[in-house]
């Protein structure tokens, strides 16, 4: 079945320490998105990527790095500069064109530093 | 700019609509959603409308657009307990960068019996 996985589903952090999101898609979609969900603000863009090596910044990309070296993937860095990292992270992906019509989202990781 | 809005919180009794109401600011908007989020979950598209559309009905659902006014609303018809969710509008833009999808803060719908 094709699909977007996210994993880990729960991670942990410590002050300090930059941490990596996983992102894996087989849908063959060529767009892919980060988004940070707090409660009471709804999803925030941090970084989107339209094709392979290409990556623009969302809405609140400060603290945060991304990579998109295959087709499938596309990981999010937390590093140490991100004041806040604890929240909900949910990556996404769509077809590139505009006959798409629907984003599919993975299940999510929440981030907690401790 | 960018900026989608909508109210917090809805809470309707089982069997009565309910109406969920989103505004945003771009219009050159492509598409507008619909997405569910049920706790710890990720979202799941509810229904879509070209932004060339007025309505759109989908079973229980059934989607408004005012784009002169640049209102969307999302009528559940019948709402049941297992519709309590965070209910997400969103809207597709093309930028510079492509396609860039921007969300709404969500609506908390609770239905009591």
């Known amino acids: 079945d094709g699909g977007i996985t996210q994993s880990p589903k729960y991670l942990f952090r410590k002050e300090g320490q930059n941490v990596t999101l996983s992102c894996e898609q087989n849908l063959n979609h060529d767009a892919m998105y980060w988004y940070r969900q707090d409660p009471g603000q709804g999803l925030r863009l941090i970084y989107y990527s339209q094709i392979v090596n290409d990556f623009q910044k969302g809405d609140i990309a400060e603290g945060y790095s991304v990579s998109r070296e295959k087709k499938e993937s596309f990981p999010l860095t937390v590093t140490s500069a991100q004041k806040n990292p604890t929240a909900f992270y949910l990556c996404?992906?769509?077809?590139?064109?505009?006959?798409?019509?629907?984003?599919?989202f993975g299940q999510g990781t929440r981030l907690t530093v401790v | 700019g960018e900026d989608v809005e909508q109210s917090l919180f809805l809470s309707v009794r089982e069997g009565d609509s309910s109406v969920i109401n989103c505004t945003y600011t771009?219009?050159?908007?492509?598409?507008l959603y619909w997405y569910k989020q049920e706790p710890g979950a990720g979202l799941q598209l509810l229904t879509y409308?070209?932004?060339?559309?007025d309505m759109k009905q989908d079973q229980r659902l059934t989607v408004l657009l005012n784009k002169k006014d640049k209102h969307l609303s999302l009528r559940i018809a019948d709402t049941q307990t297992g519709d309590s969710a965070i209910y997400f509008c969103?809207?597709?833009?093309?930028?510079?960068?492509?396609?860039?999808?921007?969300f709404g803060t969500g609506t908390q719908l609770k239905v009591e019996l």
């Open positions: 409308i070209f932004s060339n559309m």
């Open positions: 969103a809207e597709r833009l093309l930028t510079g960068g492509g396609n860039k999808l921007t």
């Open positions: 771009d219009s050159s908007s492509t598409y």
């Open positions: 996404a992906s769509t077809l590139r064109g505009e006959v798409d019509r629907e984003a599919f």
